[in-house]
């Protein structure tokens, strides 16, 4: 909604589902492509998934490009294994909320304005950046999760945090990850007091660091979202 707002045009693709469910590839070459997003979802970077490794050339090319690029869970994991880093199991889930600290690179980073240098964020994953690529630097880290957050170049960043959620998918997560959820020992009710305390902080921090993700990386007239 934030790109919308500012005037972005959004070419969205579901990579992940065959053609006749409304499934497309991801883009050929990067005409008319002035950044991408690339998002989270339930696969990981070690499953045979055919979409998998056309979507980390992709990225590769458009961080080549040096034009804006952005991943979130999944997304933040395939930018680094594109890149020359390593993904890997957790040895224990990460969900719900949880403490995420800006390291120094961060709070002086104009992205993170207005982040203030810890606070509680979105997690869903099982998997983890276990080592950053060659050309990236870390921006943020969790007690469970060192890699919450960095940077590679000046325009590709990586989020393992869900700063895109809202209240009715945080409340969703939970019936749709039982697994996840479980290994890390969170309930539903667990999750649903965390959301209490947190989600209002949690929201309007999300808002902030989407302002800043469509001002700061994606000063153009056009975005393409895969």
Same mark, same amino acid.
């Given at each position: 909604?934030?790109?919308?707002?500012h005037?972005?045009?959004?070419?969205?693709?579901?990579?992940?589902?065959?053609?006749?469910?409304?499934g497309?590839?991801?883009?050929?070459?990067?005409?008319?492509?002035?950044?991408?997003?690339?998002?989270?979802?339930?696969?990981?970077?070690?499953?045979?998934?055919?979409?998998?490794?056309?979507?980390?050339?992709f990225l590769?090319?458009?961080?080549?490009?040096?034009?804006?690029?952005v991943?979130?869970?999944?997304?933040?994991?395939?930018?680094?294994?594109?890149?020359?880093?390593?993904?890997?199991?957790m040895?224990r889930?990460?969900?719900?909320?949880?403490?995420?600290n800006?390291?120094?690179?961060?709070?002086?980073?104009?992205?993170?304005?207005?982040?203030?240098?810890?606070?509680?964020?979105?997690?869903?994953?099982?998997?983890?950046?276990?080592?950053?690529?060659?050309?990236?630097?870390?921006?943020?880290?969790?007690?469970?999760?060192?890699? =919450? &957050?960095?940077? *590679? +170049?000046?325009?590709?960043?990586?989020?393992?945090?869900h700063?895109?959620? %809202? /209240?009715?998918?945080? #409340?969703?997560?939970?019936?749709?990850? =039982? &697994?996840?959820? *479980? +290994?890390?020992?969170?309930?539903?009710?667990?999750?649903?007091?965390?959301? %209490? /305390?947190?989600?209002? #902080?949690y929201?309007?921090?999300?808002?902030?660091?989407?302002?800043?993700?469509?001002?700061?990386?994606?000063?153009?007239?056009?975005?393409?979202?895969?």
């Amino acid at each position: 909604m934030t790109l919308r707002d500012h005037g972005f045009k959004l070419d969205i693709r579901r990579v992940d589902l065959p053609s006749d469910a409304g499934g497309r590839p991801v883009p050929r070459d990067l005409d008319n492509v002035h950044g991408v997003f690339s998002l989270g979802g339930a696969q990981n970077v070690d499953e045979n998934h055919p979409w998998l490794k056309p979507e980390m050339e992709f990225l590769k090319s458009a961080h080549e490009a040096a034009l804006p690029v952005v991943g979130i869970c999944l997304g933040a994991q395939l930018i680094a294994t594109a890149l020359g880093g390593e993904v890997g199991k957790m040895e224990r889930p990460e969900a719900g909320f949880a403490k995420v600290n800006l390291l120094f690179p961060a709070q002086t980073d104009v992205l993170f304005q207005g982040i203030p240098w810890t606070s509680y964020q979105f997690h869903s994953h099982g998997y983890e950046v276990k080592k950053l690529p060659p050309v990236a630097q870390l921006l943020a880290s969790s007690e469970r999760c060192k890699v =919450q &957050a960095f940077r *590679a +170049g000046m325009r590709t960043i990586g989020f393992q945090f869900h700063p895109e959620y %809202d /209240r009715a998918m945080i #409340e969703a997560s939970h019936s749709n990850g =039982q &697994a996840m959820y *479980a +290994g890390a020992n969170v309930t539903v009710d667990e999750l649903s007091r965390q959301a %209490d /305390r947190h989600y209002a #902080e949690y929201a309007r921090l999300s808002d902030r660091l989407a302002l800043n993700l469509a001002t700061l990386c994606f000063p153009f007239s056009g975005l393409l979202a895969v």
